[in-house]
């Protein structure tokens, strides 16, 4: 029977229109999934602009007309979930948490890593956080976590030094020689004023690690 003779029909009866619109729909709907539900069987990590690559025509379709099945069986694309990201944005308590999770995060893999230190100010945090806005006065209400976090985990430039001096002292025990100002400055990268500042944090700090003083520093204890 020919198309023009099924139309013909169908026109003579609208529920026939209508059954046979039906069907098509639901032939369409079925051939689409099942060509997603076997790419995702083929494909233990299903990847989106694959799936659109290998079967555009049923991404189009599942798009337009099931979306609500499309977005529960294939993941979005990193795009796609960074929409979602901005569009969620306005949920200021949660954006909260989370930028004050990563800061403590942060903090603690500073303080334990075994490279050279890096100054933790609060400017650094809050733009490791993602939430560097929350410096700004209209922000306050928005990031209470954050900025109390980020406050809190700071370092202040005394600490810091302090800090630059522990790991430089590390390093220089594995020299194997006596403290001689000239190269603890060049192993810390600080100045012998900052250094002589410092000294009876210094001539503590070598005591505990078993470390001496050449003769001749400026640092030696008297």
Avoid at 53 to 79: K, N, Q, V
């Amino acid at each position: 029977m020919s198309e023009w003779s099924i139309l013909l029909i169908e026109l003579d009866d609208l529920d026939l229109s209508n059954a046979h619109r039906n069907a098509t729909i639901e032939r369409q709907r079925e051939n689409h999934r099942t060509a997603l539900l076997k790419y995702c069987e083929d494909h233990p990590s299903p990847s989106r602009s694959a799936f659109v690559t290998m079967h555009a025509g049923a991404f189009d379709w599942l798009r337009e007309y099931d979306r609500t099945w499309l977005e529960g069986h294939l993941p979005l694309s990193i795009r796609g979930v960074q929409k979602i990201l901005r569009q969620r944005r306005k949920d200021w308590p949660a954006i909260d948490t989370a930028a004050a999770a990563i800061i403590r995060k942060a903090a603690l893999d500073e303080i334990n890593k075994i490279d050279r230190p890096t100054w933790l100010t609060r400017t650094r945090l809050l733009t490791i956080a993602g939430a560097l806005g929350a410096i700004e006065r209209k922000n306050e209400g928005k990031f209470p976590n954050t900025r109390a976090e980020a406050k809190r985990l700071s370092e202040g430039k005394k600490d810091f030094q302090r800090r630059i001096i522990d790991w430089a002292l590390q390093e220089y025990a594995g020299l194997q020689i006596p403290i001689s100002i000239n190269q603890l400055r060049r192993v810390a990268r600080m100045s012998p004023c900052i250094l002589l500042e410092q000294r009876s944090y210094i001539v503590a700090k070598a005591e505990e690690l078993g470390l001496v003083f050449d003769t001749r520093c400026s640092l030696a204890p008297r």
